[in-house]
Structures are given as structure tokens and as C-alpha cells.
């Protein structure tokens, strides 16, 4: 059976111009604190407080799974839980 779970994540920031390859740097934010930073092009960027639903396997978030295309995807460190609140609670 393939149960196909997914984690929401809130997008907490999105550069104002984009890098050399034309790309917007975005953070998301999950309810737990996990964190990324990732690249979307002008087709899939995203506005601040969007939220965005990426697939979950074994027990960890697959960022090469979604239909979310992006690029340059990093791990943030957790945030701590001021910030997750102030996120959460919009």
C-alpha cells in the first residue's frame, strides 16, 4: 500500500531579486521547526505566508518528491519555538 504523506511548510521569506540563474530564495518554516531554504523560478515563486505541502518518506521530508519544482534546496537549523509560534499563529 502506498500511503502518500505530506508536511506543510509556511513560506516565511522570499528575496526581493533573484541570483544569478534567476531564481527567488524562499524559506519555509514547518510546524515542528524544521526549515529550508530553497530556489524557485519566476513560474513558482511564492508569496510570504503561502503554504506548501511536500512529500514525506520514511519518516523524513522528500524534497525531490513533490510537484514543487525548485532548485539549491539547504537545511536549515530548527527554528526555535518564538519564531515557529509567531509563524504559525498568522
Do not use: C
Request: proline letters at 6%; glycine letters at 6%.
Amino acid at each position: 500500500m502506498d500511503i502518500k504523506l505530506q508536511k506543510a511548510f509556511k513560506v516565511v521569506a522570499v528575496s526581493a531579486n533573484t541570483n544569478s540563474f534567476g531564481l527567488y530564495g524562499t524559506v519555509l518554516i514547518a510546524q515542528d521547526g524544521e526549515a529550508y531554504e530553497i530556489a524557485l523560478n519566476d513560474i513558482n515563486k511564492k508569496k510570504v505566508a503561502d503554504i506548501i505541502y511536500l512529500p514525506v518518506k520514511n519518516g523524513k521530508t522528500d524534497l525531490m518528491g513533490g510537484q514543487l519544482f525548485f532548485e539549491i534546496p539547504r537545511k536549515l537549523p530548527p527554528a526555535p519555538q518564538n519564531v515557529i509560534e509567531r509563524v504559525w499563529s498568522k
